[in-house]
């Protein structure tokens, strides 16, 4: 059994910061990758940034150069550092990790519950 979760979420104005927090906890054997998605509503869920072990960080057009994705593998915590928030970030982050479990050394990938936020004008 493996959870996510996720923290940091809320309301801020346009031009604020947020700061989100996913913790993995559970039967881990090891973490292949961890990110963070989102999806506003009416629209599909969206690649925001991902982090894999020994590659460089992974960012969607829309949120490059504001945006900061950050782990750390002793804690199994994947941070988002949010800059320069705009109303068109408005929408349910949600943190994803593919992990390989003690149980036989299976991989799957999981999420979090979701976390809200939203930018005003």
């Known amino acids: 059994q493996v959870q996510l979760v996720e923290s940091g979420g809320g309301l801020v104005q346009a031009g604020g910061s947020l700061r989100l927090s996913c913790v993995a906890s559970?039967?881990?054997?090891?973490?292949?990758?961890m990110g963070w998605y989102r999806q506003a509503p009416g629209k599909q869920r969206e690649l925001v940034a991902a982090?894999?072990?020994?590659?460089?960080?992974n960012y969607s057009d829309s949120v490059r150069g504001r945006f900061t994705i950050s782990g750390d593998n002793a804690k199994n915590t994947v941070l988002l550092q949010m800059n320069g928030l705009k109303p068109e970030d408005t929408a349910v982050y949600y943190c994803?990790?593919?992990?390989?479990?003690?149980?036989?050394?299976?991989?799957?990938?999981?999420w979090g519950q979701g976390t809200q936020v939203t930018v005003s004008s």
């Open positions: 982090i894999t072990s020994g590659s460089e960080p």
């Open positions: 559970g039967s881990i054997s090891s973490i292949n990758s």
């Open positions: 994803n990790a593919l992990i390989q479990t003690t149980y036989q050394g299976s991989t799957f990938r999981y």
